[in-house]
């Protein structure tokens, strides 16, 4: 078994538990960026996650019946093709080197579908994904459904196949996890190669230009995400993208940035000083954020819900800001009022975490829905257990406003980390890039 089939069984039981029926999960299309031209492949990640197969125009089909079986659809094997694009497995070869029960040319689908649809039950499908294959089922539903008056039976439902994967893919496998640890160090390592290259006068693409440089050395395929890489000011642009600014020497440098590393993300953010020292003020919200972090990560374990992690960052974000003055005791009352009231919302805008896996902000519910809630009260926050992965990342943007002590104007901090839950607690996937200021300050004066 590979963990691939391992999943797809697992997938069939699924099924199987909801009466059977048949799987059509395709992986993503090409897309042309301009003539002639498309985007980087990258095929979709519920697709991968059940075959491990990197080709475009392929579909998983699996069969929940008496009978299971995982089929495959590809390209078929041309000569001409591969010579301009490269390889292709073709079905014969795909068939052993995937370990599907069968495959098929992608061009047969049309033919064999409403075959393998026929006298089935239900059709696990994700509507709404594709338009193309919303299309091609509603086709091969009519050819089955035309089939009636010869008693072959229509299925009657539909079920949306993400909501099962979805629960499967929150929990990584082994395998999983060996991919992310190493998607956590080589972007960890990308971190650490910015910084030491860091200096004012820089422009933040030429820190990109670093990252990139790491994480391609180390065999990922691609980042993650569109790395933000953010000097002064821009730091407190939460998606901020121009990456052209000139560092400047007494300016913060915030990076979050990782790498797909055979499919698997890693999402790491560090903040440190252009010059490699922190100034008084930027170091007294460091400490903070950095504080803050801490809080959260040591309530990241099974016992815990989601959430737990935000409101312990939010808690010390918040005395924080007490502290320092960013916000006026005054004005704002006591930590409890600011945290009711929402007031440190204006240096503190987004939430502590997501999972993480394939995608970046990866699938799976954030809610207990299984819970039985009276009166219309939202689900509650869902229990951490082990083998979810969430990222912990919280962090401060001072923006200039009145009343706001001005030695912190244009400060943005963010630091991020990937948490694997254990047994126990959480293991950090991502400390191979130094989080404190003495660890920072002594990295860049390498
Ligand atoms: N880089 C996206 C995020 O941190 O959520
Ligand atoms: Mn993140
Ligand atoms: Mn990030």
């Known amino acids: 078994m590979t963990p691939y089939s391992t999943r797809r069984a697992q997938l069939i039981a699924l099924m199987q538990a909801k009466g059977g029926g048949v799987a059509i999960i395709p992986t993503a299309p090409e897309v042309m960026r301009n003539r002639d031209a498309d985007y980087p492949y990258r095929h979709d990640s519920y697709f991968y996650y059940l075959s491990g197969f990197m080709e475009p125009e392929a579909v998983v089909v699996l069969i929940a019946g008496e009978h299971p079986k995982a089929i495959l659809f590809c390209r078929e094997k041309n000569l001409e093709r591969e010579i301009w694009d490269g390889v292709r497995y073709g079905p014969v070869a795909a068939r052993e080197k995937f370990g599907f029960d069968a495959t098929f040319p992608i061009e047969s689908l049309s033919t064999e579908m409403p075959k393998l649809l ?134 913060l440098v915030l990076i979050d940035a990782g790498c797909e590393f055979d499919s698997y993300a890693g999402d790491i953010t560090r903040t440190f000083p252009a010059n490699g020292i922190f100034s008084g003020p930027q170091k007294e919200l460091y400490e903070i954020v950095l504080a803050s972090q801490n809080a959260a990560i040591e309530v990241t374990r099974p016992g815990k819900h989601f959430m737990d992690g935000h409101d312990a960052a939010v808690r010390v974000l918040a005395q924080g800001m007490l502290d320092t003055g960013l916000l006026n005791k005054n004005k704002v009352g006591s930590l409890d009022d600011v945290i009711t009231n929402g007031d440190f919302r204006q240096f503190y805008m987004h939430r502590t975490g997501h999972w993480l896996g394939m995608d970046v902000h990866d699938v799976g519910e954030y809610r207990d829905l299984d819970a039985s809630i009276a009166g219309g009260e939202p689900k509650p926050w869902r229990g951490l257990q082990p083998g979810m992965v969430t990222t912990i990342e919280p962090g401060i943007y001072v923006r200039p406003a009145e009343g706001v002590p001005e030695k912190y104007w244009n400060i943005g901090i963010r630091i991020e980390d990937d948490a694997l839950i254990t047994n126990t607690g959480c293991e950090l996937m991502t400390t191979g890039a130094p989080r404190t200021v003495a660890d920072i300050e002594a990295l860049m004066r390498k």
Request: aromatic share 8%.
């Open 118 to 251: 026929a006298d089935t039950p239900s059709v696990f499908y994700a509507l709404g994904h594709q338009s193309e294959y919303d299309e091609k089922l509603q086709g091969w539903l009519g050819s089955v459904r035309a089939m009636g008056r010869a008693g072959v039976v229509a299925p009657s439902a539909i079920h949306n196949v993400q909501v099962l994967m979805d629960e499967m893919r929150l929990f990584k496998d082994a395998d999983e996890i060996a991919l992310m640890r190493r998607a956590g160090e080589i972007s960890a390592a990308g971190h650490c190669r910015a910084m030491r290259f860091s200096g004012p006068g820089l422009r933040e693409y030429e820190l990109e230009a670093e990252l990139l440089h790491e994480f391609r050395r180390q065999g990922s395929q691609y980042p993650a995400y569109g790395s933000i890489v953010a000097t002064g000011a821009n730091a407190c642009v939460l998606h901020y993208r121009a990456s052209d600014a000139i560092l400047k020497d007494s300016d």
